[in-house]
C-alpha cells in the first residue's frame, strides 16, 4: 500500500494564522469539490435528458448550483458533456466564475492580510 504524498511534506508551523490559512484552503477546496461534484452529476442528467427528449434541468438550477460552489464542476461539465455551450449561458457561467474568484481572493485578503496589518497601526 503505497503513503499518500501529503505525509512526506513536512511544514513548519510559524503561527496559528498558518494554520487558519491551510483550514481556509482545505474547507474551500473541500466545499468547492463536494458542489463540483453534485454539479457533474446534474449536468450529466440534464445532458441525459436532453438525448431522451424528457423534462430538462432549468437554466436557473444549473446557475444556482455554480453559485453554491459548482461552478468548477459546471465548467468542466459544460467541457467534457458538450452540454450547454450556446453563448448566453457561457457568458453566465464565466461572470459566476469570476465573482467566485474575486470573491475567494476578497475572503482571504481582509481574513490573512488584513490581520496582519492591524498591530501595525495602519
Do not use: C
Not at 30 to 37: D, I, V
Not at 57 to 66: P, Q, S, V, W
Amino acid at each position: 500500500m503505497m503513503t499518500p504524498f501529503f505525509f512526506y511534506i513536512k511544514i513548519k508551523w510559524n503561527s496559528v494564522a498558518d494554520i487558519r490559512m491551510l483550514n481556509f484552503f482545505l474547507y474551500s477546496t473541500l466545499w468547492l469539490m463536494a458542489w463540483s461534484l453534485i454539479t457533474v452529476i446534474v449536468y450529466h442528467r440534464d445532458k441525459r435528458h436532453a438525448e431522451q427528449g424528457r423534462w430538462r434541468i432549468e437554466e436557473f438550477r444549473l446557475h444556482a448550483l455554480a453559485i453554491f460552489g459548482g461552478w468548477p464542476g459546471a465548467y468542466i461539465a459544460q467541457r467534457l458533456l458538450k452540454h450547454k455551450l450556446k453563448h448566453k449561458f457561457q457568458k453566465e457561467t464565466k461572470a459566476i466564475i469570476v465573482a467566485w474568484i474575486l470573491g475567494l481572493i476578497s475572503v482571504w485578503y481582509f481574513i490573512f492580510v488584513g490581520d496582519a496589518t492591524q498591530g501595525m497601526g495602519l
